[in-house]
């Protein structure tokens, strides 16, 4: 698989349920970011994880972080509707790269 | 709350044609960036730029492309002469610090505008 792999691709759950997606990378990393991006629009920032940190809240969102696995976790607790969006993780590279490497997203939709 | 602001929101060009897409960075910053999604892919980062110069590029971005920061707050990217295959969405990003130090973390976060949708028929 490629950097910053999202499963599942796509979710479908109930408003008010959790949503948990997962994120893989291959390389090592200093930060790992979750990115919100709904329907044709820009990406929001979520949440950024440092590679020293294994789990971070931000309100509704948390974030888990294995560097031992490369692997990353999303929850969303009590979702709602305007939830609904593509979710996806950005990595980058220890050695100073610039970029943001992007995995596919999750396709989050929250019925009501 | 600051952010990125892009224009156009949707530009359409025939092919072999000149585009310039414009950025207003987020004012404080120092890093912006380029990054294009075509349609149901990934984000795809094209180009990084600080202190009047790219630091980092990809190989998506050739010759065909360029980018300038012609005053103290726009940012544009050109295409010289459009192909099909540039047809996507392109995101405009910029932040406080670069990638790379962990301490600053939080200063490297990366905002990003709202896109603007390259059409080339």
């Known amino acids: 698989s490629q950097q910053g792999e999202e499963d599942p691709q796509a979710l479908s759950i109930q408003e008010g349920e959790n949503a948990t997606m997962n994120c893989s990378y291959k390389?090592?990393?200093?930060?790992l970011q979750w990115y919100r991006q709904n329907s044709g629009r820009g990406l929001v920032h979520l949440i950024l994880?440092?590679?020293?940190?294994r789990e971070k809240h931000s309100g509704r969102l948390r974030v888990t972080l294995d560097t031992s696995k490369k692997s990353s976790s999303l929850l969303i607790t009590a979702s709602r509707a305007a939830d609904t969006a593509s979710y996806f993780c950005?990595?980058?590279?220890?050695?100073?790269?610039?970029?943001?490497?992007f995995g596919q997203g999750t396709r989050l939709t929250i019925n009501p | 709350e600051p952010e990125v602001t892009q224009t156009p929101s949707h530009q359409v060009t025939q092919m072999g044609q000149e585009v310039i897409l414009r950025c207003v960075p987020i004012s404080n910053h120092l890093y912006f960036y380029w990054y294009r999604q075509i349609l149901g892919q990934k984000v795809e980062f094209l180009v990084s730029?600080?202190?009047?110069?790219?630091s980092e590029k990809s190989e998506i971005f050739d010759d065909q492309f360029s980018v300038e920061r012609p005053d103290g707050s726009n940012f544009t990217l050109k295409i010289r002469s459009t192909k099909l295959e540039d047809s996507a969405m392109y995101f405009c990003?910029?932040?406080?610090w670069g990638v790379g130090d962990p301490a600053i973390s939080n200063k490297n976060i990366q905002y990003f505008g709202a896109g603007t949708r390259l059409s080339v028929l």
């Open positions: 730029f600080y202190n009047n110069e790219i």
């Open positions: 950005a990595t980058d590279a220890y050695q100073g790269a610039q970029k943001l490497v």
């Open positions: 994880i440092r590679s020293n940190e």
């Open positions: 990003a910029s932040s406080e």
């Open positions: 390389t090592s990393i200093n930060n």
